[in-house]
């Protein structure tokens, strides 16, 4: 080990071979000795841990100059969505509107009025911008804007309820992809949990037996990627809010995806919608920007005014405060609501979930063709029937009709099939789905954009 460590050559030797003083001349000597020393550094490990290493010449140049690559490239980059999932958290959740890419390059390019009230000049606020949208749209007095859904709970639940008890049903206490639980959060927000019922039957009277001086917080959690079935009963919102009204406990409900609109009048399975939630009697709620509502990244709190003041005069709020692009993409989302013939059209995750099959067929039958003919005779590629989902824990048990394109090879297992279409570019995520490798085409607008970076 001693020798094969001796052999790898120094630092200083390889910045003297000619096609590494070529990066100098183009970048910083400082970067391109970094990127040396990385190189090495990695095989000096692979030969301690007892590895074969390739330390030749070429090796070691291959290396480097991948690495500077790496370097150099967007990490982040445009891939297409053929996944079947139209919300896709490993993707970024929705693909924003025109007008809201539109917003953000205005508020990224130039100073904005963000906190800057443009009638007599004094210090605005970053909320103002989107609260009236909001509030017409949902029915609630009052609105705020924070990081995410899990901030948005964080933060309502620790201005109501810190050191003191909440109480939500054993059939709530929700996971969400991506480690966020409720009975963590709620022990994170600072607050007690107390769980009344079970895991299938809850009834007012276990909320009512719970109630005690202590009590902040009667919390409502939306199940909102699995179902309980069978035997089973749960207190409605509107009851739980005559319940909290009884004992003078505001009610706060996490809705997770929530929805703007109905969507049942578009034919969509419905998820739960805010305006209903409010109507309801909930004194606080909470949702996603970026599930359904098709907005950036973002945790909506909305709510009675005196409890929506409160949370923005807790010190947390400024730690979990949205920027000037959030607030630029989230007006200009809140905005296309204002009219519901156009929002299909404009609203891509709407588009998306819209989009009629005999659309998706010809782009699917398009970019079979294409892929036959690059794939060769060793695959079979073919358009089926399947189903696409909405992803983020929206609708989990919902799918929609969709058209597909099934790619086989003789002897290639489905899973490099899958790892292969990652690899082209743009990237191209499918899925693997009984055996097979699937591309589905409901979020692909154009075949050719499987091969654009061509
Ligand atoms: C998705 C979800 C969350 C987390 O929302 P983020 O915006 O991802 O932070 C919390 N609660 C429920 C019920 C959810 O569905």
């Keep these: 080990m001693q020798n094969r460590l001796r052999e790898i050559p120094s630092v200083d030797e390889i910045l003297r071979r000619e096609d590494i003083r070529q990066y100098i001349s183009s970048y910083s000597r400082g970067f391109v000795t970094h990127s040396v020393r990385h190189v090495l550094g990695n095989m000096r490990r692979d030969i301690i841990s007892g590895r074969k290493v390739d ?21 982040l980059k445009k891939i297409v969505n053929a996944s079947g999932v139209i919300l896709h958290t490993n993707l970024g959740r929705a693909v924003l509107s025109d007008e809201a890419v539109e917003a953000i390059k205005v508020s990224a390019a130039y100073p904005v009025n963000l906190e800057l009230d443009l009638e007599g000049g004094k210090r605005g606020d970053r909320d103002s911008h989107v609260e009236g949208l909001i509030c017409f ?6 609105a705020t804007v924070v990081n995410n859904n899990a901030a948005a709970v964080l933060l309502a639940l620790n201005t109501l309820g810190e050191g003191k008890e909440v109480i939500i049903s054993r059939g709530e206490l929700v996971e969400i992809g991506g480690s966020f639980r409720i009975p963590e959060v709620i022990q994170k927000s600072g607050c007690r949990l107390i769980e009344v019922g079970t895991t299938n039957r ?12 202590d009590t902040a917080v009667l919390l409502k959690a939306h199940t909102s990627n699995y179902k309980v079935i069978g035997f089973t009963s749960s207190v409605s919102l509107r009851d739980l809010a005559i319940i909290g009204k009884q004992h003078n406990i505001p009610v706060v409900e996490d809705l997770g995806s929530g929805s703007i609109m109905d969507l049942s009048v ?9 305006k209903d939630s409010v109507e309801a009697g909930a004194d606080v709620v909470t949702f996603s920007g970026d599930k359904l509502l098709g907005g950036p990244q ?12 409160r949370i923005n005069k807790n010190p947390l709020k400024r730690a979990l405060r949205v920027d000037k692009l959030t607030i630029a993409a989230l007006e200009a989302t809140f905005r296309l609501y204002l009219n519901s013939d ?43 029937d ?3 989902q909405i992803g983020s ?5 919902e799918v929609i009709p969709t058209k597909v394109i099934s790619i086989v090879h003789k002897k290639l297992p489905p899973e490099e099939i899958f790892e292969m279409f990652l690899k082209t570019n743009p990237p191209v995520l499918g899925r693997v789905h009984k055996g097979r490798f699937l591309l589905d085409m409901r979020m692909v607008e154009k075949a050719g954009d499987l091969f654009s970076g061509y």
């Design 393 to 397: 824990g929206s609708l989990p048990e």
């Design 137 to 142: 749209l949902t029915g609630a007095e009052a």
């Design 266 to 274: 578009f034919g969509l399975p419905g998820e739960p919608v805010v």
């Design 55 to 75: 330390i030749s010449k070429d090796n070691i140049q291959a290396l480097i100059n991948k690495y500077i690559r790496d370097m150099l490239e967007p990490s």
């Design 386 to 388: 399947s189903e696409s």
């Design 342 to 384: 156009t929002l299909k059209r404009r609203l891509p995750v709407l588009k998306f979930l819209l989009r009629p099959i005999s659309d998706i067929e010809i782009i699917a039958k398009e970019a079979s063709g294409l892929i036959r003919e690059r794939l060769g005779k060793d695959y079979s590629v073919e358009v089926e």
């Design 298 to 309: 973002s945790g909506i709190i909305i709510g009675r005014h005196e409890f929506i003041q």
């Design 202 to 213: 809850t009834h007012p009277a276990d909320y009512a037996a719970a109630i005690n001086p």
